[in-house]
Antibody, heavy 118, light 107 residues
Framework: QLQLQESGSGLVKPSQTLSLTCAVS??????????WNWIRQPPGKGLEWIAY???????YYNPSLKSRVTISVDRSQNQFSLKLNSVTAADTAVYYC??????????WGQGTLVTVSS | SSELTQDPAVSVALGQTVRITCQGD??????GSWYQQKPGQAPVIVMY???NRPSGIPDRFSGSSSGNTASLTITGAQAEDEADYYC??????????FGGGTKLTVL
């Protein structure tokens, strides 16, 4: 059974860079036509899609975040990563990674809370 | 428009039927998916495509779509169905988007 697990810095200072990694286990990140996504959820609010990288390495970003976001994949480590620079308090959220096939997001990682604060 | 609109909150009596809706122009072009999120947990997909339930999702969950509106129906709602529900689709540029979510209360 495929499982995803987020890891990274839980506390980031304003203006710095948020870095997260999603480790994939129970299957290869290179198999199938899946895309690998980052989604976030500010406390008490809804879901916001951030970015995905597809099976051929193409990257796609939420236009509202595109100037600050980079998604990448390390197939040798079976993981993918997110970098969000110039963070502010508005970037405080639970960050999830998820696999997708078209609009089917499944499974999701458990999520990791990132707080932006000095 | 490039948005998905959901009612913020819906309630249903135990054992009754409830329909949760998602409206947006993109739903005329895409079959999105539905996600259930319980407090402190990650979302779980409960419906995708025209009316497809992932394995493990009870058959009291069903999906439909008409025009610019997608619906998730729970027939015979149970206490464990109390959760937030989100729909998703794509905007006019093909980017993924989620609806604002519906908080379902089972009375």
């Amino acid at each position: 059974q495929l499982q995803l697990q987020e890891s990274g810095s839980g506390l980031v200072k304003p203006s710095q860079t948020l870095s997260l990694t999603c480790a994939v286990s129970g299957g290869s990140i290179s198999s199938g036509d899946y895309s690998w996504n980052w989604i976030r959820q500010p406390p008490g609010k809804g879901l916001e899609w951030i970015a995905y990288i597809d099976h051929s390495g193409g990257t796609y970003y939420n236009p509202s975040l595109k100037s600050r976001v980079t998604i990448s994949v390390d197939r040798s480590q079976n993981q993918f990563s997110l970098k969000l620079n110039s963070v502010t308090a508005a970037d405080t959220a639970v960050y999830y990674c998820a696999r997708s096939l078209s609009l089917q997001f499944d499974p999701w990682g458990q999520g990791t809370l990132v707080t932006v604060s000095s | 428009s490039s948005e998905l609109t959901q009612d913020p909150a819906v309630s249903v009596a135990l054992g009754q039927t409830v329909r949760i809706t998602c409206q947006g122009d993109s739903l005329r072009s895409y079959y999105g998916s539905w996600y259930q999120q319980k407090p402190g947990q990650a979302p779980v997909i409960v419906m995708y495509g025209k009316n497809n339930r992932p394995s493990g999702i009870p058959d009291r969950f069903s999906g439909s779509s008409s025009g610019n509106t997608a619906s998730l129906t729970i027939t015979g709602a149970q206490a464990e169905d109390e959760a937030d529900y989100y729909c998703n689709s794509r905007d006019s540029s093909g980017n993924v988007m989620f609806g604002g979510g519906t908080k379902l209360t089972v009375l």
